[in-house]
RNA sequence: GCCGCCAUCGUCUAGUGGUCUAGGACAUCGGGUUCUCAUCCCGAAAAUCACGGGUUCGAGUCCCGUUGGCGGCACCA
């Protein structure tokens, strides 16, 4: 029987981590959690002149984000510079590493082959020991360089599998050959292929948002990202597309991802996104997006207030995609419209007639029995466009523009009874005042 | 250049020698529902399984080669 599963997601802090990465990251917790084994978190902050300081609070908001907890407390390299000195010393008075200018190198195999079984797809990946040249271990500054450092880690935390990119597929004989120099057993390991931009490179910052919470300020939730990244490379045996965090930790196996690199398409993503969101809970999606509204307007949010989103989510939970399109999608209730002649033009292509149009909807309007009803709202002006020969279309789009200047919003009557009467005919009266104007 | 990984519709993929004249999802296009946009429903187009050789009665599936893509070859990780 296997030892306990213990697996470990060891960024460097160099940015914010992307989702290239955090798919790994992701990988490593579903396959430490299906076997109920430990997920660790490890920084390896061995370059300074690389490090950016923000990237701590990076790699742990993207991975709270996500959903994805560590299990032990976090592990950072900085803090353990003598461990490595210690181990690279002992390696160079046992004769298997040597000094050069400073810096502390490996003395690699150079006769047979080297060769491991790859979890993923489980294949041998072989290289010849001649092609494995010494390499530095411990720099000159004293800290260890990630082949060293990595190593002696993964051994001290008792990693079982070693999970990451197939970036490091090349350097991988020279860590078997430290754990052999140490006597220590070798981990498994496990190479997760890359995500490729849509021009087939490598994923990278000339891309656009490439960071896990670049697609957080973006409007995507977290559930609906991990669902997409977990799908580029591993289809579940059940088959199924939508699924949860738990779902996936049940049928998650190393052995079923897929050994091509895949490209990230974030169109797809954005269905997803829409299948989350229209499946969520208004009262969670209410919190969800005011969260969000307050995050990207860092606080200054005025509206829409609680009341005001109870009115406007059901009306656009199956029109946005993302939680940023509530801004374009709603504005228009809380903020002065701005009108423009050729979008009126678009709905009824004479000018004169547009006008003379509003002025009666308008006292058809005022003479409506307030409050209005939406049915009698929608029946008197059925009839009024019938009378004026418009289409149905034609009716409501001109009230649409007039009331809130776009083509495109969520349906109208809903819209008119959150605007209120007053504001409503206030709309249309500035609307006509508009087309007088420019009209004349 | 050397070494390694990879190769099914535009994209993510199913497929583990015969049931594949290759299935699903996204995207695209067409239609229906409809006050706009969406949602929802129906339908279409889209892969000679990169190419060439084998092995086999039979290959998308196994083997070899070629081509292409990607990665590594740092006192970066």
Not at 6 to 32: C, D, E, I, K, Q
Not at 74 to 89: F, G, M, N, P, T
Not at 425 to 440: F, G, H, M, T, V
Request: glycine share 4%; proline share 4%; no cysteine.
């Amino acid at each position: 029987m296997a030892e306990e599963v213990r697996v470990r997601y060891a960024p460097s802090p160099t940015g914010n981590p992307h989702v290239g990465n955090m798919r790994t990251a992701l990988f490593t917790y579903l396959f430490a959690k299906h076997n109920r084994g430990k997920f660790l978190l490890r920084i390896e902050d061995t370059d300074k002149k690389r490090e950016v300081e923000e990237s701590y609070s990076a790699i742990y908001d993207s991975l709270k984000w996500l959903g994805l907890s560590w299990d032990e407390k976090v592990i950072l390299q900085s803090e353990r510079l003598d461990i490595y000195k210690e181990h690279a010393l002992q390696l160079l008075n046992s004769d298997k590493a040597y000094q050069q200018e400073e810096a502390i190198f490996f003395k690699t195999k150079k006769e047979g082959s080297t060769s491991w079984i790859d979890l993923v797809g489980n294949k041998s990946i072989k290289f010849e020991n001649r092609q494995v040249e010494d390499f530095v271990i411990l720099k000159s500054d004293e800290y260890p360089t990630y082949h060293l450092a990595s190593v002696v880690d993964d051994h001290l935390m008792n990693i079982s599998h070693v999970t990451r990119g197939e970036d490091w597929i090349s350097s991988t004989p020279k860590h078997i050959m430290l754990y052999e120099s140490f006597g220590w057993d070798i981990p498994q390991f496990a190479h997760s292929p890359n995500i490729l931009a849509t021009d087939r490179s490598k994923l990278s910052k000339r891309h656009g948002s490439i960071g896990v919470l670049d697609y957080k300020r973006d409007g995507f939730l977290p559930e609906a990202l991990i669902n997409f990244l977990v799908l580029l490379g591993w289809t579940p045996p059940s088959g199924k597309e939508i699924l949860t965090l738990s779902e996936m930790i049940e049928e998650f196996d190393l052995k079923d991802l897929n050994t091509a690199p895949a490209i990230f398409d974030v169109r797809k993503l954005e269905w997803m996104n829409g299948e989350y969101i229209r499946k969520t809970q208004n009262s969670k999606l209410k919190t969800q997006i005011l969260e969000y509204l307050k995050d990207i307007s860092q606080g200054k949010l005025e509206h829409p207030a609680d009341e005001e989103l109870d009115k406007v989510i059901p009306l656009v939970k199956e029109r946005i995609k993302k939680l940023s399109d509530f801004i374009p999608l709603t504005d228009f209730l809380w903020e002065k419209p701005e009108y423009e002649q050729e979008v009126f033009e678009k709905v009824v292509k004479k000018r004169l007639d547009i006008v003379k149009l509003l002025k009666e909807m308008l006292e058809v309007m005022e003479k409506m029995e307030k409050p209005w009803k939406a049915d009698m709202f929608e029946k008197t002006f059925r009839q009024f466009g019938e009378s004026h020969g418009l289409s149905a279309t034609q009716t409501f789009q001109l009230i649409r523009v007039a009331i809130s200047g776009q083509l495109v919003s969520p349906p109208l009557f809903e819209s008119v009874k959150i605007l209120g009467e007053e504001e409503t005919l206030k709309r249309a009266n500035e609307a006509l005042a508009y087309l007088e104007k420019s009209s004349s």
